[in-house]
């Protein structure tokens, strides 16, 4: 302790070279896995009240008046939002050793995915709104929350991609040693695919079961 | 059992660059844009007992009507009013912040940190807290406060029962809170797995700070219910959806469903981490640490589990079978066991220790009493056949204000007056604290023990007024008369803390030879906390000489960390050190933030639909610009493509 | 004939006397507490006169009792280390772990399984509801009034609910608009009436009397005037009053009756309110064919007396803030006739 110097050169040396990620999992990563962790219970509370309102509802569900949900373009989508976690895999992976390149051109084709994916909702909306609406009954306030709900957190997912995007084309901002963020938008993306999983299954499939 | 005084251990020159890191020189963008968890700790603290002030002078207005039967104090939507707006705010504007008041001050310290793992989060986190309050209030003078008691159920929520703004501020005003309650919650939870002291294993972390843990844990899978059941409130009254309305396909019950997974584990969310303080203050006056440390910390995780599983014992009235009541009774049974092992384990504690009776532990022991008989009606409404009898009458309001004010409000207080040499450097006066402790223990207990008994004579909660014939005048007056006892309590205890905070003798670091990290820096202390890092080694490293050596002169050169604005992470499980990380400067831009969400929310109000989407552009840019990552060069960022 | 009035004052003196003279032990004991909960004219619980509360009422004694030994218990520790652990005693740093195991957890289990186990017997108890052919009460809960019907009679009343003593009574449980509940606190507990859907309970008088009951969920403005009474009657005079709610009201006996009739029917009231056989059919309102001998008028608001039903009529909204009938506009001249038509249907 007699030596204030020496100490500065000790605690600089190893660690600010060390930057973000070598030792342990860093505050952010626990930060998004946090709000994740919330975000999925959000979502089991609306699948939750969709199971009840069915269940509370009668036989018959859809109401009358509403036909089941058809299967082939929620099964496009999937095929479409599914997949897309893969490029941010490999851009995270690529920025993980350095390469910028693979970040860019992964986080451009994870992009392209949920864009194509929005448009389709889009598409899938503009059909169901002619059969019926938020405010016929309620199972439609409860098609178009869930559904809406999540394509909010698509929207949200792209706007943080597109953010990174930006960043990383700006230049000096990821590298091997800082990519925390490339890595929790990762993982807010792979959560909003993986709960589409569970919204196929509850509105699109359990209707026909 | 040696006391500390913050070690000399570093030189003049770290000293200075800590400072100078760390310090906020006064100025008024400081004051806005400050980071600092102790000043954003008192602020919460400040704001909550503000609103309490708020709640409770609603209470006595309620408890003026009530005092003699027809009585015209105010009318009934006055009336209507106030009991909700006295509910919600202690429940959601002043229970839950005051806690997360006092762990937002304490954590970083007990755990020998710099500051909160999200400071600019954190600082967002308490303007969010503040507006909503101030939102939420504010319609109170328009008579367009929410109106429908604190638990709001359908369908007396829906536009066609209840017209005019009265249940969209609820609605938005919760939700809008909320995202400050989620932001905190996260950040204790990082806070307390990655920023404690080299050394403070799992099995050293203070009961505190196990409490507000485990707290923030129910907070992130309670409140998701909440937002959902507003949200559809919400969408329910302004755009016409269908969710709580039966002649639609909807049903009322999902909104008490809901509700209720949120609101059972909310009331252990009030009371964990009031326990927490408890476990915090008796060390200090029993001059020995709690019994069975690993049963409370199970007792602790027991409860955040159990409360998950309860809820339906708030709906033993509305019919629903008889199969699922008696699952719901039991396990609402069984979640007094951990409850009970805490109370034996302090009693334990008093009975192995030696009483020092200073003001906050007189607290402890009016909270144990108090508690006690609200945990034990609870117990009694577990059983469904007797719920079902007193279930919404005024015996149900003497249980939770035995629970809350007991339970909470008293480790409050304790709370108050153990750490207010730590929060303000002064200390209090002990004869003012017993008087008020006395007229606030006497006015409880004449306010609310007898609401048991007209609770039991089939009286109604929620009435603005009753008849005589049913018999209840009298008691009520007793009720009335203890309210104002308790003002009268409450107020001296604002009297204290004005008084020590202006002219209270200075405090020296450790004026109670407590037990954890806060004692061994300076009252107040310092901006950076601590000059040196600790090294940990037991479970009172204050009381423990080897703790006291790592930041003495046996400090090691690694944990001053004076370059910058640092503080060191560790592993989540062993605390092993891990790497020093810069924390981030004061900003204007969390309140920048909350004030467009602020923006937003009035807008959704007012139905100015084209301002909230400005709002929420401001919102997404706001947070872009915030997070926008720094430029650094290639070779630091280590970019080879 | 004596009026529901009259019935309830001495039916309340009368199960208030009863009251006294089974006072048991417990209640001695506690007497006084008690005291006020007993006198006075109190609905109270601890009053039993039906048989779901006298098994609630039973719940609750051994649940109070067990309490109380708990609390004795747990102040018997807290005042022996307040007045032994003081000052000049010594530090002990044991871990007493199985003190605070067997004291906080093994005992409290013990008491616990053996409490649910009689709440769980208690609870099929009252669960236990009449078979098909038992008297059923159809009881509707507006904001803020009950409407009481009887399947087989054409008529219908409101807050207040007659039934045969000593026989078990059915009630079906329907809302017309937001949820309420239905607390009878002498004889039954509270079951809830639930938007879009029916519940069931059932009321079981053992002496009779009038027994006071309120709405006890919280239902909006004037929640707290949704009271009722219910009355049980020996099965005689019950099948007489239900043959009374069959048939068409009482016919005006004066002129001034005659001519507050006219008045009612032609005037606004026939809009929302009913009186049998005079053509005035409205259902917005309760049913007013014996409004006379109702124990209240608005639900518990103001007694029944021709003063206060004066002031009710002219303006409502005086004696209950809120409620749905609007001040009517009711030539001043007229309206001593309307009362007196009014106080005349029993
Ligand atoms: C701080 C808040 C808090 C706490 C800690 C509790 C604790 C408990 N509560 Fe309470 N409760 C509320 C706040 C709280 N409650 C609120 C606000 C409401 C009403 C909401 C509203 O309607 O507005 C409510 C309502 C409420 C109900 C619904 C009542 C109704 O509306 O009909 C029920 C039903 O089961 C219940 C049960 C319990 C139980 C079993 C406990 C247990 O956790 C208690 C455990 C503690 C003890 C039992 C004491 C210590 C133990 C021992 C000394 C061991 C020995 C004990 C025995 C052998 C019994 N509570
Ligand atoms: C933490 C929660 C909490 C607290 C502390 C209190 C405190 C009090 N409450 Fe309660 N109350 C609730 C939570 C709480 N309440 C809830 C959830 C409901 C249900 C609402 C509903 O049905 O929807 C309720 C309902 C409720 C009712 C029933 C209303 C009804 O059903 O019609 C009544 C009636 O008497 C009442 C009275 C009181 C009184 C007299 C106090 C007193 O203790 C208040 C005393 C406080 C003061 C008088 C303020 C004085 C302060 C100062 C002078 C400054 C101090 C400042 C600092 C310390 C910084 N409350
Ligand atoms: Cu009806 Cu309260
Ligand atoms: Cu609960």
Not at chain 2, 160 to 170: E, I
Not at chain 3, 173 to 187: C, G, I, K, N, Y
Not at chain 3, 220 to 234: C, E, I, K
Not at chain 3, 307 to 314: E, P, Q, T
Request: charged content about 15%.
């Amino acid at each position: 302790m007699t030596d204030p110097a020496g100490i500065v050169t000790a605690a600089t040396r190893a660690e600010s070279l060390s930057a973000e990620l070598p030792a342990g999992r860093s505050t952010g990563w626990w930060g998004m896995v946090m709000f994740v962790a919330t975000e999925a219970t959000l979502f089991a509370c609306l699948l939750g009240s969709y199971y009840y309102l069915r269940f509370q509802y009668g036989p018959q569900w859809p109401p009358p008046g509403i036909e089941a949900p058809s299967l082939l373009k929620p099964l496009v989508m999937t095929a479409v939002l599914l997949p897309s976690s893969l490029p941010m895999l490999w851009a995270e992976h690529g920025i993980r050793r350095g390469q910028r390149w693979r970040l860019r051109s992964g986080l451009a084709a994870t992009m392209l995915l949920g864009i194509t994916f929005l448009a389709l909702q889009a598409t899938e909306y503009a059909e169901k709104l002619r059969q019926f609406t938020m405010t016929t009954d309620a199972y439609g306030s409860l098609f178009y929350l869930i559904t809406g709900f999540h394509g909010l957190h698509v929207l949200i997912g792209l706007t943080m991609i597109g953010w990174l995007l930006a960043a990383s084309l700006r230049g000096g901002s990821f590298g091997a040693h800082r990519h925390d963020r490339v890595r929790n938008a990762a993982i807010y993306w792979h959560f909003v695919d993986a709960v589409w999983a569970a919204i196929l299954f509850t509105i699109y499939l359990t209707p026909r079961l | 059992m040696p006391t500390t005084t913050p070690s000399p251990a570093v030189s003049p020159a770290d000293l200075a660059r800590l400072t100078e890191h760390w310090a906020e020189p006064p100025s008024l963008r400081a004051w806005f844009s400050t980071v600092d968890h102790k000043r954003i700790g008192r602020r919460y603290l400040v704001t909550a007992g503000f609103f309490f002030a708020l709640a409770g002078l609603s209470a006595l207005a309620m408890r003026t009507q009530l005092a003699r039967p027809e009585a015209g104090v105010v009318s009934p939507q006055e009336y209507n009013q106030l009991f909700t707006m006295h509910g919600t705010a202690m429940i959601f504007l002043f229970a839950t912040p005051m806690l997360f008041g006092f762990g937002n001050f304490l954590v970083p310290l007990m755990i020998g940190s710099r500051d909160m793992a999200f400071p600019r989060l954190n600082a967002f986190g308490y303007w969010v807290f503040l507006f909503a309050g101030l939102f939420m209030w504010s319609s109170l003078p328009f008579g367009a406060a929410p109106n429908n008691g604190w638990f709001a159920y359908a369908p007396l929520t829906g536009e066609q029962n209840t017209p005019g703004l009265h249940m969209d501020v609820y609605a938005l005003g919760l939700l809008f809170l909320g995202i400050s309650t989620t932001a905190g919650a996260i950040n204790f939870i990082v806070t307390a797995l990655k920023l404690r002291a080299p050394g403070m294993s799992l099995n050293r972390v203070p009961l505190f700070v196990w409490a507000i843990v485990a707290t923030a844990f129910m907070v992130i899978f309670a409140l998701p219910a909440l937002n959902l059941d507003n949200a559809m409130l919400f969408l329910d009254r302004r755009f016409d959806t269908h969710f709580f309305d039966p002649s639609a396909g909807g049903n009322v019950l999902l909104w008490q469903h809901l509700f209720w997974i949120f609101g059972h584990p909310d009331v252990y969310i009030i009371v964990m981490p009031a326990l927490g303080i408890v476990s915090a203050v008796l060390p200090a006056f029993t001059r020995r640490g709690v019994v069975g440390y690993p049963l409370v910390v199970l007792a602790i995780v027991a409860i955040a589990i159990i409360s998950f599983g309860v809820w339906v014992h708030h709906m033993f009235a509305t019919g629903l079978p008889q199969l699922s009541y008696s699952f719901f009774s039991a396990a609402s049974t069984i979640i007094t066991i951990p409850s009970g092992l805490q109370i034996f384990a302090w009693l334990a504690t008093m009975l192995l220790g030696r009483l020092v009776l200073k003001v906050p532990l007189l607290f402890v022991i009016g909270f144990i009493v108090t508690f006690v008989l609200g945990g034990f009606t609870g117990t009694m409404f577990a059983l469904t056949a007797f719920d079902q009898q007193v279930t919404d009458s005024y015996f149900v309001v003497a249980h939770f204000h035995y629970v809350l004010i007991g339970g909470a409000v008293f480790p409050m207080l304790a709370g108050i007056y153990y750490w207010l040499p730590k929060i303000t450097g002064r200390m209090y006066g002990e004869r003012l604290g017993r008087w008020a402790f006395w007229l606030i223990f006497t006015g409880m207990h004449v306010t609310f023990f007898p609401m048991h008994l007209y609770g039991l004579f089939g009286m109604p909660r929620r009435v603005y007024t009753y008849r005589s014939e049913p018999g209840w005048d009298g008691w009520n007056l007793v009720s009335t008369v203890g309210s104002y006892l308790l003002a009268v309590g409450l107020l001296l205890v604002l009297v204290g803390v004005v008084h020590a905070v202006r002219r209270g003798k200075p405090a020296p670091p450790d004026p109670w030879s407590g037990d954890s990290l806060e004692w061994s820096t300076q009252s107040p202390p310092e901006p950076y906390n601590f000059p040196v890092l600790p090294r940990v080694h037991s479970l009172h490293p204050t009381w423990d000489e080897r703790t006291a050596e790592s930041t003495g002169p046996g400090a090691s050169a690694d944990r001053v960390l004076s370059e910058g604005r640092r503080t060191l992470l560790t592993s989540e499980l062993d605390a092993h050190r891990e790497r020093a990380v810069e924390m981030p400067e004061s900003s204007l831009q969390p309140l920048l933030l909350a004030g467009a969400l602020l923006l937003f929310f009035t807008s959704m109000l007012l139905a100015w639909y084209p301002v909230a989407a400005v709002a929420v552009l401001v919102v997404v840019v706001t947070i872009a610009v915030w997070l926008w990552p720094p430029r650094r060069p290639d070779r630091e960022l280590g970019v080879t493509a | 004939m004596e009026t529901t009035a009259d019935l309830t004052v001495s039916a309340v003196r009368d199960t208030r006397r009863r009251g006294r003279s089974r006072r048991s032990l417990p209640i001695a004991l506690f007497g006084l507490l008690l005291l006020a909960g007993c006198a006075g004219d109190s609905p109270s619980a601890l009053n039993p006169a039906g048989t779901g509360s006298a098994r609630v009422a039973g719940l609750w004694w051994l649940l109070f009792w067990i309490s109380m030994a708990v609390f004795v218990e747990v102040m018997a520790l807290l005042i022996w280390a307040l007045v032994f652990r003081r000052g000049t005693a010594r530090v002990r740093h044991g871990q007493p772990l199985r003190f605070v195991t067997i004291a906080g957890a093994g005992l409290p289990l013990v008491i616990l399984v053996a409490v649910y186990g009689v709440g769980l017997r208690d609870l099929a108890a009252l669960g236990d509801g009449p078979g098909p052919e038992a008297p059923t009460v159809e009881v509707t809960g507006h904001k803020w009034w009950w409407e009481v019907r009887y399947p087989g009679a054409s008529g219908a009343t409101a807050n207040e609910i007659h039934i045969p003593v000593g026989e078990q009574v059915r009630v079906r449980l329907r809302t017309a608009d937001v949820l309420h509940s239905f607390w009878v606190p002498q004889l039954m507990p509270k079951t809830d009436l639930i938007a879009g859907e029916t519940r069931e309970t059932w009321l079981r008088a053992e002496r009779a009397g009038s027994y006071r009951g309120q709405c006890a969920e919280y239902c909006g403005t004037q929640h707290a005037h949704m009271a009722f009474l219910v009355v049980a009657q020996p099965r005689a005079d019950y099948d007489a009053w239900l043959a009374r709610l069959d048939a068409p009201a009482r016919e005006p006996g004066t002129d001034a009756e005659r001519r507050g009739r006219q008045a009612f029917v032609q005037g606004t009231c026939s809009a929302c309110h009913a009186v049998r056989g005079t053509g005035a059919e409205g259902r917005v309102g309760p049913d007013l064919s014996n409004v006379g001998s109702r124990w209240s008028i608005g639900a518990g608001a103001v007694p029944n007396d021709a003063g206060h039903l004066g002031g009710w009529i002219a303006n409502s909204q005086t004696a209950k803030p809120g409620n749905a009938m609007p001040p009517q506009p009711i030539d001043a001249a007229r309206l001593p006739d309307l009362i007196a038509y009014l106080r005349s249907l029993e």
